[in-house]
């Protein structure tokens, strides 16, 4: 039984990452105020749903297989995706408010009706998504906290990856794009715990990006840097 709560009803659950970083230009707030709310993928956080009732997911997208984008930076890629495989239904998670107001930026250049954006917690949107929904599920460039102490605060814990396992059906995959050699070693050794099997045969399953990738500004990045990408598939069990 959880005792420690939020005033909300939430469950105290610990978050690092950022939720807003520079002021916002007057145009992100416009694209905030007008456009954020119609994007919703439905009740998600506590103070609305409470008894965490499922998303209906079928309203939503018309019975269209549904794929997450997890930590969307400034939507490249969700944007990008969205407009190729207009049969299937995005919802993209992403705290940093910065960032979301880029991805909307860019949904208003195209048309992608099957997008649907929360600006938080990727965990509040597992919590209410049917068990075995999901179809497909990216995590891209995240967050490296690259000291040793902090390396629990990763997304390839138990904490993130048991969640989203019970929202993934059986041979559903879980996409992860990273430039950090070590944030890769946890990923394989973390991920198959939660029960997804890696799916490389050699070693350009790894060193070359799947079909219809597009390189993200975090992507870009690392490559002036000098960092490799690695690109692993997993295979939800």
Known sequence: MIKDRHPSGAPWRNFYGRFKGKALRRTQEIL???DLDALSPGPVGWD???????????????????????????GEHLAHTAVSEPD????????????????????????????RVHPGDARDVFDVLPEGS??????????????????RRRFVTKEHLAPLARAMRPGAELRVATDIEDYVRQALEE?????????????????RPWDGWISTRYEQKALREGRVPHYLRFKRQ
């Open 191 to 207: 991920v198959p715990r939660c029960g997804f099997e890696w799916l490389a045969e050699g070693p350009d399953d790894w060193r």
């Open 48 to 74: 609305v749903n409470p008894d965490r009732e499922n998303l209906d997911l079928n309203a939503l997208f018309s019975g269209r297989d549904l794929w997450l984008e997890i930590g969307f930076g400034g």
């Open 32 to 34: 905030l105020e007008e």
């Open 134 to 151: 999901v179809g497909r599920a990216y995590l891209l460039y995240p967050d490296p906290w690259p000291k040793a102490r902090h390396h």
């Open 88 to 115: 299937v239904g995005f919802i993209g998670c992403e705290p940093y408010l910065n960032g979301v107001a880029m991805l909307l930026a860019k949904l208003r250049r195209v048309d992608t009706p099957n997008v």
